[in-house]
């Protein structure tokens, strides 16, 4: 089993910047893609970026692009998304999630293995 705790969320203005964090503890000596998602009030899960083991592979969704920034410390077992430029629409609770793998440059979006339990980010304009 792996836990996962997510952190850093809050409230801040728009075009404001906050930077998450998500801290993995237990079975952490297998390898695992990361992955940050996130649900609006109304509405249902949506992915936001994912990162590979290695860190050299990483995807994000078209409405985050160029604004966020997924990346990982391996040796902190711990994953951030660096989220600038925030809007009012980027309100959610942000989730990040794990899935084991056996590839060190694979990402996936789907079929997570474990969750956290969130953090609320609320973008004020």
Not at 42 to 62: N, P
Request: net charge positive; hydrophobic share 35%.
């Amino acid at each position: 089993q792996v836990q996962l705790v997510e952190s850093g969320g809050g409230l801040v203005q728009a075009g404001g910047s906050l930077r998450l964090s998500c801290a993995a503890s237990g079975r952490t000596g297998s390898m695992y893609s990361m992955g940050w998602f996130r649900q609006a009030p109304g509405k249902e899960r949506e992915f936001v970026a994912a990162i590979s083991w290695s860190g050299r592979s990483t995807l994000y969704a078209d409405s985050v692009r160029g604004r966020f920034t997924i990346s990982r410390d391996n040796a902190k077992n711990t994953v951030y998304l660096e989220m600038n430029s925030l809007k009012p629409e980027h309100t959610a609770v942000y989730y990040c999630a794990a899935k084991i793998t056996y590839l060190r440059d694979s990402y996936y979006v789907n079929n997570m293995d474990y969750w956290g339990k969130g953090t609320l980010v609320t973008v004020s304009s």
